[in-house]
């Protein structure tokens, strides 16, 4: 059974595009389907991750709005932070699915069995890939895996509760 599940940000909660202002703000789009289903799969006792390459106050935010448990921002050893994670939760590789869009994704993905990538994911990427996706980055994508996720073990109906009721 999946407890955590692992996302990467830009090409996979996002469309990839960053926007900077005259300011040097940076501004990212998120998903509202992408950020119910992280919150939902939280409120089902489950875990979440996100480790990116890159650091930005505006994920952190989003981290904090959907309850993601673990935020690791600035990372490059993707595998390191989710080695370091699996061992803080007593968790088996097998119990992990990762989403990752590009090659600094692949490390993590090696990792455990179940994996995921939006459509529009670098192709070299799909021989690491146990579940290639419908959608895009940004576009649904993480509301895609995790809707895989809970019919495969049966949490749909569970799921739906948290909403219908």
Same mark, same amino acid.
């Given at each position: 059974?999946?407890?955590?599940?692992?996302?990467?940000?830009?090409?996979?909660?996002?469309?990839?595009?960053?926007?900077?202002?005259?300011?040097?703000?940076?501004?990212?789009?998120?998903?509202?389907?992408?950020?119910?289903?992280?919150?939902?799969?939280?409120?089902?006792?489950?875990?979440?991750?996100?480790?990116?390459?890159?650091?930005?106050?505006?994920?952190?935010?989003?981290?904090?709005?959907?309850?993601?448990?673990?935020?690791?921002?600035?990372?490059?050893?993707?595998?390191?932070?989710?080695?370091?994670?699996?061992?803080?939760?007593?968790?088996?590789?097998?119990?992990?699915?990762?989403? !990752?869009?590009?090659?600094?994704?692949?490390?993590?993905?090696?990792?455990?069995?179940?994996?995921?990538?939006?459509?529009?994911?670098?192709?070299?990427?799909?021989?690491?890939?146990?579940?290639?996706?419908?959608?895009? !980055? !940004?576009? !649904?994508?993480?509301?895609?895996?995790?809707?895989?996720?809970?019919?495969?073990?049966?949490?749909?109906?569970?799921?739906?509760?948290?909403?219908?009721?």
């Amino acid at each position: 059974m999946i407890e955590l599940i692992v996302l990467d940000v830009d090409g996979t909660l996002t469309d990839g595009k960053i926007f900077y202002t005259e300011n040097e703000d940076e501004i990212k789009a998120f998903n509202i389907k992408d950020g119910l289903m992280v919150a939902s799969w939280n409120r089902l006792g489950k875990k979440s991750a996100i480790i990116t390459g890159r650091v930005s106050k505006i994920v952190q935010r989003r981290a904090n709005e959907l309850g993601v448990t673990y935020v690791i921002q600035g990372e490059r050893n993707k595998s390191k932070a989710l080695k370091d994670i699996s061992q803080k939760e007593n968790l088996e590789f097998s119990q992990i699915a990762v989403i !990752g869009d590009d090659l600094n994704d692949l490390s993590m993905m090696k990792l455990v069995n179940k994996t995921f990538a939006p459509v529009d994911a670098n192709p070299y990427i799909y021989d690491f890939v146990s579940n290639p996706l419908t959608k895009k !980055g !940004g576009e !649904g994508a993480v509301a895609e895996m995790i809707e895989i996720i809970l019919k495969e073990e049966n949490l749909y109906d569970k799921f739906l509760k948290l909403w219908v009721e």
